[in-house]
């Protein structure tokens, strides 16, 4: 689905995708030329992860291995509290692995730095962030990402794995809502 197909309910496009795929490719090179020759494995979050995860695996030079995960964040309505629950683990052991995690956005930080913990306590080489989106206004802790693809403003977007009641994930360009289809 493309922005044209969604009439009234996007306010706005903020990245193409044309400006994503091209993101990426770069972000791609810079990782491979990080992790060519390791261990590498990606691990992506489950749901919104999918898109940025396929088109940045397919955008390496080379092979690396995905998994998946799948959390829940304990909070009211669309806050996070940070307590998190694992619904889906990972399949693989990641022992002496570099783990690169794959995320379609960080805001508050506060689900991905447990995430991040967790993993290290399984004692992989290495576990680094790679994140599509970056709300930088909206962080609650600070975590290290060390590959971003765009920094946002603090507002409410879909597009791209990105949804709004599960609704919107296949919009192929970032945009933000408009304020009647969640008010």
Known sequence: MDAAH????LEKVLITEEEIHARLDELATEIW?????????????????VMVMADLSRALPGTAPVDWMAVS?????????GVVRIL??????????HVLIV?????????????????????????EI?????????AKVEIDVKWVGFDIANEFVVGYGLDYAENYRNLREVGTLAPHVYA
């Open 6 to 9: 969604m009439g009234a309910d």
């Open 33 to 49: 030329a990080e992790y060519e020759g390791k261990d590498l494995l990606l691990v992506g979050v489950l749901k919104g992860a």
């Open 73 to 81: 964040s304990y909070g009211s309505g669309t806050k996070s509290s």
């Open 88 to 97: 889906k683990d990972l399949d693989t052991d990641i022992t002496g692995k």
């Open 103 to 127: 995320e379609d956005i960080v805001d508050s930080g506060l689900t991905l730095s447990w995430i991040k913990a967790n993993l290290e306590s399984r004692s992989p080489a290495s576990v």
């Open 130 to 138: 790679c994140t599509l989106l970056r709300k930088p206004e909206a």
